[in-house]
């Protein structure tokens, strides 16, 4: 049976789990992945380990193993910009098809308050299960890296 673990603050969440959740992701987001570092610093944001808005994380378990993670951000600027940035969602290449992504994804649309923003590369297959759930996408993003 698959179990589900929300970490919404600092103290519900230790070094090694955090480490665990690092991996995972880093693992399983295959070609869209971020490096080690930005996710944990995704992770930190949303555990209020920053001085930042915070968030939260979400966790699917099979007999403790980690099958699924999702990393919301809460971003403070209501009103201006969607409240919260789903930053993360992934699922074990093993246990795709099953379910798991949709239920990470229907229990952080019911712990967000407000709107939801995420970015998703156009072939990225994800992007189906997101206008599956409600998702919309009317902008186009632009961004400047600076080095």
């Given at each position: 049976?698959?179990?589900?673990?929300?970490?919404?603050?600092?103290?519900?969440?230790?070094?090694?789990?955090?480490?665990?959740?690092?991996?995972?992701?880093?693992?399983?987001?295959?070609?869209?992945?971020?490096?080690?570092?930005?996710?944990?610093?995704?992770?930190?944001?949303?555990?209020?380990?920053?001085?930042?808005?915070?968030?939260?994380?979400?966790?699917?378990?099979?007999?403790?193993?980690?099958?699924?993670?999702?990393?919301?951000?809460?971003?403070?600027?209501?009103?201006?910009?969607?409240?919260?940035?789903?930053?993360?969602?992934?699922?074990?290449?093993?246990?795709?098809?099953?379910?798991?992504?949709?239920?990470?994804?229907?229990k952080a649309l019911d712990m967000a308050k407000g709107n939801i923003a995420l970015h998703v590369e156009h072939d990225n297959p994800a992007?189906?299960?997101?206008?599956?759930?409600?998702?919309?996408?009317?902008?186009?993003?632009?961004?400047l890296i600076r080095k």
């Amino acid at each position: 049976m698959m179990n589900f673990k929300t970490y919404d603050g600092f103290h519900d969440m230790g070094m090694i789990e955090k480490m665990n959740i690092v991996e995972f992701l880093h693992v399983h987001l295959d070609k869209y992945r971020d490096d080690k570092d930005s996710i944990g610093k995704a992770i930190e944001y949303a555990l209020g380990e920053s001085s930042q808005m915070g968030g939260f994380v979400i966790v699917a378990l099979l007999n403790e193993k980690i099958t699924g993670a999702v990393v919301v951000n809460r971003t403070g600027m209501e009103g201006y910009i969607p409240e919260n940035i789903l930053v993360y969602i992934a699922v074990d290449a093993g246990f795709r098809g099953q379910g798991i992504g949709k239920t990470l994804m229907e229990k952080a649309l019911d712990m967000a308050k407000g709107n939801i923003a995420l970015h998703v590369e156009h072939d990225n297959p994800a992007r189906f299960l997101y206008e599956k759930v409600g998702f919309t996408n009317k902008y186009l993003e632009y961004r400047l890296i600076r080095k």
